[in-house]
């Protein structure tokens, strides 16, 4: 017997969990059909028509590898690729990204680490990790265009709106100029 | 009596002679991977069936009175599922058990722009954000005072709870003759100087969820530091017993100080979802994440510096008036900080700080990184290299001849132990080649430096009790396997790492074998947070003695079946090897079975005190003691443009002593990230209310409130200097707060050296860098002042 049929609802305390019926709310406005290509894959996924592509991401897809540090593209952690293009995810309306290709943080990792993500993990360049699947997807769209090794200061040209306030970024430059030379090896 | 939980400090079995396999070297941490591959659930990502979004209505006003609440229409909108409002929190709480000031939500006024009066939750964030708007509030606005010095002088009292005044706390405290000591000085130094305000700025916001559990057990996960404290104030407010109540921190996004004291959002979603049934959350957007704030004090300081003719320190006088918004917070704490922390790395030959901490209507301050001391050892270091000026002393060299030495005690009365003070400042000298460098480089061109110390931890623990500081338990299984339960929050500093470095160790096991269960108040050992940089010295000790328990009985086992003594038995490398005859080996997983099929479950518990005899015998003289300290010295060199007032700072070299470092990249890292966010503070960061706008944040988002980026950051030049300590776990002391304090003063005594001016004022702005070279350039036009590097300055042309 479990516990809470031992007990009388006011000897718990608490209204029981059960107690009011769940709510189902359907809204038109959820019928906004959308299709877009996610990590390699075919989705079709009703939102609101003024949902966000991180919103979408996150509510409707569990895709949570992107962060909301900010939600006004202030922060960069929500930063996926869209085309192949480093995009913040918060102020991209999710229709924006109708009939397109996303790839989010997830889509990264096949059956090995990224050469990105091994970098960062050997350099110890992710402290607490939120700023890291925008960092990684900003700076995978940056060395795929680059297609060579790159110097220092165009790593910090090129990352400087995603923010990170553990590192002192000093070992994200690291882990992304070494993972350049073996993403610019790999090219060969 | 209270237990001795430090008598046994773990160690090594007698004889046995063992190279560090795990201590010292590069490591992955052990969550790094699945944080990077988006799969480690923060607050923020949990999901549960059913719930609701809260949101908190929040006052505009900085100073009001609430008349009315009209909950009851809100409640009647499709979709809300519940309101609470300050009245469902009547218990005043405070992290600090002696200023329990604040309650949940505001019940009679609020008190800042950005205090919570009432919140709601609604099946969806939209349905949430609609009934906050909808709420009508009725006020009646009151006077806001904004200047602490206006706010001390004035007879309307802010908070309801306060026992005096706007006045929160006042500490006075003189050991030696300082005005003595002043008179009889050759060299005096007086400067006033301003420390702005700063905050946290952690990328995750603040976020709780709650759950009431079928069996009745309410559920908390929360983005906080400190689990503990926030167990016991969940219990408090809600007047529920704690043993129905579990708190689970998630893995965290960043903290910095800025999340290790209960806010309104986690008692706001626990009472929700009591009152609903439902699962409820509450994230806090970025605009609340800066008006929770409970960052970095403003602190006005006048300081008086008496010299001898060799540069000797022989007194230190400190005034100080801190601006503390409207709740006390750790206030009490930070209070004492301000002066009892800076009587290290140098002696002071009397030392008088008489400290005040005022309330006003702004968003509370609190810890941040460096609680309390950053902004005096901005003061001091500062009138230290106006010191050696005067006297004509090369900077570093007058702070050599100050040095306080090691196992000593502070002019305040605290023991100090190890101390590499001295070996960081060769470092940084040489690295950064000041010898040939500093006074020599051309105009706009200059190095400063400073050096600090900070504390490993405090001996006595927020509220008063016998128990130990912490605990650690460690299980081990036939699968070759180590399980570690500790209370201690990970908040991206890595101590979950930590543990498993010091499990590793002390049983061979590969760290992949090893699995940190932490920071759930139901599965794990009580512990108190990771705040004043305890984790490392106090878990890791607490560690090392479970760990090393349970190596001893392993061994025994494994040397009684090799009939072999136990100092030949060694486990590393998942094995356990004889060392005299290596190819007598067997895995742990069959060494582990060996124990566990004699003992049974194999489980050993690790407790950890602070030693209680090394602090001031005087009222507050436990305050800021600490089991070990850490000593830092930065040099930062700087490139100022004297045209626009734009500092550049080329390269910083810091060198800190962190007592063993157990592992060198994650102290790097610290190090590195110390560095940065006081750099931001030092050229950047400003966190203000506009006094002529009621009360506003200038600037509450990411955006306006300036944090360095990758193009902002100096270079940084790390430096590990290892004096081990007798008190840390293989000697090791803290690195996650110390490595900040010097680059503030190094900046402004670098600007100094490259121009010829003094910024006592953070941040070191372009208008007012550039106001303090023009203010220069007439006093050298007037012939009041000699043209600063007169010879130098064709070079920069």
């Known amino acids: 017997m479990s516990l809470i049929e031992r007990l009388a609802p006011q000897e718990v305390g608490f209204p029981l969990p059960w107690a009011r019926p769940a709510r189902n709310k359907v809204r038109m406005s959820d019928a906004l059909l959308l299709s877009m290509k996610v990590n390699g894959e075919e989705v079709e996924v009703a939102a609101p028509a003024h949902f966000t592509l991180l919103e979408v991401l996150r509510y409707k897809l569990d895709l949570i590898g992107s962060k909301q540090g900010c939600d006004k593209g202030d922060c960069g952690a929500c930063t996926v690729q869209l085309d192949g293009v480093a995009r913040l995810s918060c102020l991209t309306l999710a229709v924006q990204a109708n009939g397109r290709e996303v790839r989010t943080v997830e889509g990264m990792t096949g059956a090995h680490l990224h050469p990105l993500q091994d970098c960062m993990d050997k350099s110890v360049a992710a402290q607490c990790g939120f700023c890291t699947p925008g960092i990684l997807m900003a700076a995978e769209a940056f060395l795929t265009k680059m297609g060579r090794v790159v110097t220092r200061g165009e790593v910090a040209e090129a990352m400087a709106s995603n923010l990170c306030r553990c590192t002192g970024y000093t070992k994200i430059v690291d882990a992304i100029v070494d993972a350049s030379a073996i993403m610019a090896e790999g090219k060969n | ?797």
Not at chain 2, 118 to 139: Q, V
Not at chain 2, 173 to 199: H, K, M, P, R
Not at chain 2, 286 to 304: D, K, L
Not at chain 2, 350 to 362: E, H, L, Q
Request: glycine share 10%; aromatic share 8%; net charge negative.
């Open chain 2, 1 to 797: 009596m209270a237990g001795d939980f430090t008598k046994e400090r773990g160690g090594r079995i007698e004889g046995e002679e063992v190279q560090a396999w795990q201590i010292g070297k590069a490591h992955r941490k052990i969550d790094a991977v699945d944080r990077m591959r988006g799969l480690l659930r923060y607050t923020d990502d949990l999901k549960l069936p059913g719930m609701l979004h809260c949101k908190i209505v929040r006052s505009p006003y900085a100073h009001a009175k609430i008349l009315s609440i009209d909950s009851a229409s809100v409640l009647a909108m499709p979709g809300v599922h519940g309101v609470v409002t300050g009245k469902d929190f009547p218990t005043p709480y405070g992290v600090i058990p002696w200023t329990p000031d604040e309650n949940a939500l505001a019940v009679d006024k609020a008190l800042h722009v950005g205090d919570g009066v009432a919140a709601i939750a609604a099946i969806d964030e939209d349905t949430a954000n609609a009934a906050a708007r909808a709420l009508k509030i009725e006020w009646e606005v009151l006077p806001a005072h904004f200047d602490p010095a206006e706010s001390l002088a004035s007879a309307d009292q802010i908070n309801p709870y306060s026992r005096t005044g706007n006045l929160s706390k006042k500490v006075m405290l003189e050991f030696g003759e300082v005005e003595n000591q002043l008179a009889s000085s050759s060299c005096v130094i007086e400067g006033d100087y301003f420390f702005e305000g700063s905050t946290h700025g952690a990328i995750e916001p603040h976020c709780a969820v709650a759950n009431v559990e079928p069996n009745g057990v309410l559920t908390v996960w929360s983005a906080t530091q400190v689990s503990h404290y926030l167990h016991r104030e969940l219990a408090k407010v809600l007047d529920l017993p704690g043993n129905r109540i579990r708190v689970i921190q998630p893995p965290l996004g960043g903290a910095f100080g800025g999340k290790s004291e209960p806010f309104d959002l986690e008692f706001c979603v626990a009472k929700l979802a009591l009152q609903t049934g439902r699962p409820v959350k509450c994230l806090y957007t970025r605009e609340e994440v800066f008006y929770s704030h409970r960052g970095r004090h403003p602190m006005q300081m006048h300081y008086r510096t008496g010299f001898d003719k060799d540069g000797k320190i022989l007194a230190v006088d400190a005034k100080t008036l801190i601006d503390g918004g409207a709740y006390s917070s750790f206030g009490l704490v930070t209070t004492y900080y301000s002066g009892q922390l800076l009587c290290a790395p140098y002696a002071f030959g009397s030392y008088r700080f008489d400290s005040k901490r005022v309330v006003t209507n702004k968003p509370a301050c609190g810890p941040k990184r460096g609680h309390g001391s950053v902004q005096p050892r901005f003061a001091i270091e500062c009138q230290l290299d106006k010191g050696a000026a005067a006297l004509g002393i090369d900077p570093i060299e007058l702070r050599r001849r100050n040095f306080i030495g090691h196992d000593t005690k502070t002019i305040n009365e605290f023991q100090i132990g190890s101390n590499g003070f001295m070996e960081c400042l060769e470092r940084v000298e040489a690295s950064s080649q000041w010898k040939e460098r500093y006074g020599k480089m051309s105009y706009g061109r200059g190095l400063g430096v400073a050096g600090s110390t900070y504390i490993s931890g405090t001996n006595y623990c927020i509220y008063p009790n016998d128990m130990p500081q912490a605990a650690v338990q460690v299980s081990l299984d036939r699968s070759g396997r180590a399980r570690v339960f500790s209370g201690a929050n990970d908040i991206g500093q890595g101590s979950s790492t930590m543990l498993a470095v010091i499990v590793s160790e002390e049983l061979g096991l590969e760290l992949a074998d090893i699995r940190v269960v932490s920071a759930d108040s139901d599965l794990c050992p009580v512990d108190l947070g990771a705040y004043s940089s305890r984790i490392t010295l106090m878990v890791g000790n607490a560690c090392v003695q479970a760990a090393s328990r349970l190596r001893k009985q392993v061994v025994a086992h494994v040397a009684s079946k090799w009939q072999i003594p136990a100092k030949r038995v060694n486990l590393v490398r998942g094995q356990a090897v004889d060392i005299e005859n290596p190819e007598t080996c067997m895995s742990l997983a069959e060494a582990f079975a060996l124990a566990e099929a004699e003992d049974g479950m194999l489980s050993a518990v690790g407790n950890y005190n602070t030693p209680r005899d090394r602090h001031g015998e005087y009222r507050g003289g436990t305050i800021g003691a600490s089991p070990a300290y850490s000593f830092t010295a930065h040099v930062a060199e700087v490139d100022v443009d004297v045209d626009t007032g734009v500092v550049q700072v080329i390269k910083v070299w810091v060198a800190h002593d962190c007592g063993r470092a157990l592992s060198p990249k994650i102290v790097e890292g610290q190090m590195e990230g110390s560095v940065y966010m006081g750099f931001g503070e030092a050229l950047m960061e400003q966190h203000v209310v506009d006094y002529n706008k009621g009360g506003v944040h200038t600037g509450p988002s990411l955006l306006d409130y300036r944090m360095p980026t990758f193009l902002d950051t100096p270079d940084i030049e790390s430096l590990i200097v290892e004096e081990a300590d007798d008190q840390g776990p293989y000697g090791a002391k803290e690195a996650g707060e110390g490595p900040l304090h010097p680059i503030i003063p190094a900046i402004s005594n670098a600007i100094f050296d490259a121009v010829g001016v003094r910024m006592d004022k953070t941040p070191f702005s372009p208008p007012r860098v550039l106001a303090a070279i023009e203010a220069r350039r007439a006093q050298e036009a007037s012939g009041e002042l000699a043209p600063h590097k007169a010879a130098l300055r064709e070079e920069r042309r």
